[in-house]
């Protein structure tokens, strides 16, 4: 945003136009949270500002709205190798700021570097804010029954259980800051990756030869899928998304289902309108392993 000469608020004797100080003899830089960035919890809200004739204070504004001043004369050696301007090398303003009691959404942040001639500079940066629940502290985070799974450059952690509440929340490397960060929390829709909503027609195969048994294979028409969030149900069975497999583009899920002599351990990808799957249920008391396999397509499908 550009400078301005604040004249309403100058002294009655007009001291900023008797010393030539200009809003263009100061140069403010808004390093943290950068323009286009996620944040939440608790992080840095840093920059830096100089000025020909020093720098009285720098304001923080949120949406336009006035909030404090800046904690400001932070050592910066890069900045002051840059400038000469005084003390420029002790420009510095930084805190540790809770962008979680800011509202989930977009929020400008401004800050503004005034002058002793009642001149500023202002810059800028929009961002967006996500959040755990209503930003209330969070004390520990119980992984002791989530799931994680790669996701392009993303680390995708589901069913995260923070203040007794379960989350699914993204994590990116950020460049700005040199580490990975949360970008997204019970944001994602897998309808954004995939489009398996409606009824899908399945072969399944089921291997009890290692039980004594044969091999048979049968039809089921019409079963329902859909999905929301990070999760997909499958004829009823809730399946957890478990990643993208990087050969085939396919969206993976996986599902433990409870059934009689053994829980059957599943794993399915979707390609498109196709699907195949595998499953496994131990017989602890014929000490043998039933295997299942399945493939199937979307009922209405190109071809179907």
Known sequence: MAGRVVLASLPLFGV?????????????????????????????????????????RVELLIDGEYRFDLPYGGKRKDVGGSYDYPDDDNSGFSM??????????????????????????????TFEVVRFGDGSWVDGMDLSQASA????????LINA?????????????????????????????????????????????????????????????ALPV?????????????????????????????ATQGFGGGDIAWEMTFVGDAMTGSGSRDIEADDCTVSYALSGSKVGASGH
């Open 16 to 56: 900023s136009a008797f010393n030539g100080a200009m809003a263009e003899d100061i140069v403010v830089a808004l390093e943290e949270p950068a323009d286009g960035a996620i944040a939440t919890g608790v992080s840095n809200l840093r920059g830096w500002a100089v000025g020909k004739f020093g720098i009285e």
């Open 96 to 125: 540790a700021f809770m962008y979680s009691r800011l509202e989930p959404g977009e929020h400008t942040i401004t800050v503004r570097a005034w002058d002793r001639y009642f001149n500023y500079q202002e810059t800028e940066s």
């Open 149 to 156: 799974a790669i996701d392009g450059n993303d680390v995708v």
């Open 161 to 221: 259980m923070l203040n007794e509440e379960p989350y699914n929340m993204r994590l990116r490397w950020v460049t700005q800051t040199q580490q990975p960060e949360i970008v997204d929390i019970n944001g994602f829709d897998l309808s954004s990756m995939l489009d398996v909503d409606g009824n899908w027609d399945i072969e399944t195969t089921t291997d009890e030869t290692e039980c004594g048994g044969k091999v048979r294979t049968d039809p089921y028409f």
């Open 226 to 254: 859909s999905t929301e969030g990070y999760t997909l149900d499958f004829n009823g069975l809730e399946m957890i998304f478990a990643g993208v497999d990087p050969e085939t583009g396919g969206v993976m899920f996986e």
